[in-house]
């Protein structure tokens, strides 16, 4: 069945926005924690937002830590962040069909902003899910979605760079595309998930969308 609607990730999808994320935390965490943070140690925190990591880290002082974290993730951007080329040119094709685009993301609505404002992406969104405190919650994300298009999950895809974005599009019965083109893509994770579609170049993913489209408009 042609697509009808393209739900998309944020980071590692949209934009290389994870160094900003890693630095940021870290730039709160360390000094409040007295400890080094590796990526791969912040990264495993992820599922939960900002939120929610920082009321189990930093229980006593979560909104201070919430506070810092978000000035120093809006400061940080502009020099850390990278734009993936080509996402922008996909993005103008489905806004000039008319065709519906969405983020849902694991991020706090305010981080979410941020990074949407930062990459110039914002106004290709109709509706924009973040997560949730308490845990992972895409595919419920996923399902309003789907309920406020009025579309089957068959009319619609949903586009992440990990392996639990590919089992978040099972989940809510929607197309899965693993986004491999970040420079930290973890690949082998996202061969192993099965997606329907993997794409290691936004212009590969842009041609078959563009088909796909094609398809709808027939």
Excluded: N
């Amino acid at each position: 069945m042609p697509l009808r609607g393209v739900i998309f990730d944020l980071d590692g999808t949209l934009g290389d926005t994870l160094p900003v994320c890693y630095a940021a935390f870290r730039e709160v965490l360390q000094p409040h924690l007295r400890r080094d943070f590796t990526d791969a140690e912040i990264h495993v925190l992820f599922g939960p937002t900002e939120e929610g990591i920082f009321r189990r880290l930093m229980p006593d002082d979560w909104e201070a830590g919430l506070r810092a974290y978000l000035a120093a993730y809006e400061r940080l951007h502009a020099r850390l962040e990278r734009k993936i080329v080509g996402v922008e040119s996909v993005l103008q094709e489905l806004s000039r069909q008319h065709f519906p685009a969405a983020v849902v993301t694991g991020k706090g609505p305010e981080s979410t902003r941020i990074s949407l404002r930062a990459l110039g992406l914002a106004e290709y969104f109709d509706v924009v899910e973040a997560g949730s405190p308490y845990g992972p919650v895409k595919p419920e994300a996923i399902r309003r979605i789907l309920d406020r298009w009025r579309l089957s999950p068959d009319q619609v895809a949903y586009v992440g760079d990990s392996a639990y974005d590919v089992r978040a599009a099972r989940r809510a019965g929607v197309l899965a595309v693993a986004a491999a083109w970040a420079p930290a893509a973890p690949m082998e994770a996202l061969r192993a998930a099965q997606p329907d579609e993997l794409f290691e170049q936004v212009s590969d993913f842009g041609e078959w969308l563009a088909g796909r489209l094609a398809a709808e408009a027939r």
